[in-house]
């Protein structure tokens, strides 16, 4: 009977082992380095992993029937039960420079690893990418462009199938081009500007990136118009401290108080000015690729300008400076809880509390452009409402960093501040963006067969 209680839990355990063995989970493949395309060298990364040990991994390129190896390695050999590592990660290079019989066109990318399992298991992974050995080509429709130092402009261009990105890169600035309304296949449009604080001596080059990752860059013709920008001195005392400061930390939790009122404003004009900026650019991320306007933008009605464009203010305490920053818009005063209107056609995107801006409206009008009113009174509008040029959106105030009641409006292109006059001008307008798109509409209509 011992004999047979002992055989049967010898066999009860033997089939436990199988079980255990035959269910085992398989392998796990996953990429590390998410691609969309091949090109002529491209690094891709990715890991195995297996709870019993690997025993093999594979890696092959699939195109046109035919199997280009890539990498094959073997971790132990069949009588080394359960000696495989456990995982690994690999980089691996694959383009038409790495593998010789890879051409231009669709090629699977196949992942296989296998276990130490005795009922061998194996996972595959397979991706299909497009293969493209050169970069693309762009073709700008555009001619010579003249530009204002902190000013704006536009190109029209073309660029070749694959293009993921493109657009205009001026300093280590990036302004993306957007499909051309209307255009053909590949044709796109840029607005770009020229920030105030990127050297003259720099030149605006056009950039396309495939999906590939392989980037073409073309020069543009243009011509620079230098501006020189106001240097103010601007004076503060404890009065203008306490009716400012404190009231931006109560709307600021995340910036710490610094136990002086001096300490906190230089806090707040330097720390908090540059998170504010950031905010701005993130929401210049939320241009619809559209045009929301239409004309010239309307500069607030009878509005004084107290301050101007990329002034350089010096702040003075105590006869002492203390600071520098620079003024990224126009001070637009009129009296008390003046009514703001739209400058133009558009969408909210931002209607909040925002810094040193106080209580701030941005709106989109497309293509990147938007405009932003800031130390308003209230809201009379909320972040997705559509607007019409000359809706009351708001009221002037002195809220945020603001000596007084008054409007801070500025133009911003992909969430860079740029000089608004060029917008409040319809001739600029017209000469600068309408006629452009004129003439490509005329171009693109009368080629053979509507193509350019």
Partial sequence: ????????????????????????????????????????????????????????????????GRSIPVLAESYASRWQWRTGPK?????????????????????TLHIVAQNKNWFSSRAALDRKFPVRS???????????IYINQAGCEMVIYNVSPGTVSSGVRVGSYFFPGFPLPGGQTGDHLALFAFPFDVSTDVAPVLVARDDAENETTAGIQFHLFEKKFRHRDIPIDDKFLQATVP???????EMKDQGDLLKNFLMVNGELRKRNRAKIAELGTQSAAEFLWDG???????????????????????????????????DLAVVIHTPV?????????????????????????????????????????????????GQVIADSDSTGLAGGDHLHFTTLLDGVEVNPVEWWDKLWIEK????????????????PGGVR
């Fill in 1 to 64: 009977m011992a004999g047979i209680a002992l055989l049967a839990l010898l066999t009860l355990g033997i089939i436990v082992f199988i079980v255990w063995e035959v269910r085992g989970t398989a392998p796990q493949v996953r990429l590390v380095t998410e691609r969309k395309g091949i090109g002529r060298s491209t690094p891709v990364s990715f890991t195995v992993s297996d709870r019993r040990g690997l025993r093999a991994v594979t890696v092959t390129l699939e195109q046109g």
């Fill in 87 to 107: 995982s690994e990660t690999r980089e691996i290079l694959l383009g038409t420079e790495r593998q010789a019989e890879l051409k231009d066109g669709e090629a």
């Fill in 134 to 144: 050169r970069a693309p080509a762009i073709a700008l429709h555009t001619g010579l």
């Fill in 247 to 253: 009231a931006i930390l109560a709307h600021t939790p």
């Fill in 296 to 330: 010239p933008f309307v500069q607030l009605t009878n509005s004084a300008v107290e301050s101007q464009f990329a002034d350089y203010r010096t702040y003075i305490y105590q006869d002492k400076k203390v600071d520098e920053q620079v003024h990224l818009g126009f």
């Fill in 341 to 389: 209107a739209a400058a133009n056609s558009g969408r909210v995107v931002f209607a909040e509390y925002l810094g040193i801006f106080g209580n701030a409206i941005i709106l989109d009008h497309g293509f990147g452009l938007q405009t932003i009113y800031a130390h308003l009174n209230s809201f009379k509008v909320k972040a997705g409402d559509k607007v019409a040029k």
């Fill in 432 to 447: 600068h963006i309408l006629d452009k798109l004129a003439v490509e509409k005329q171009a693109a209509t009368s080629a």
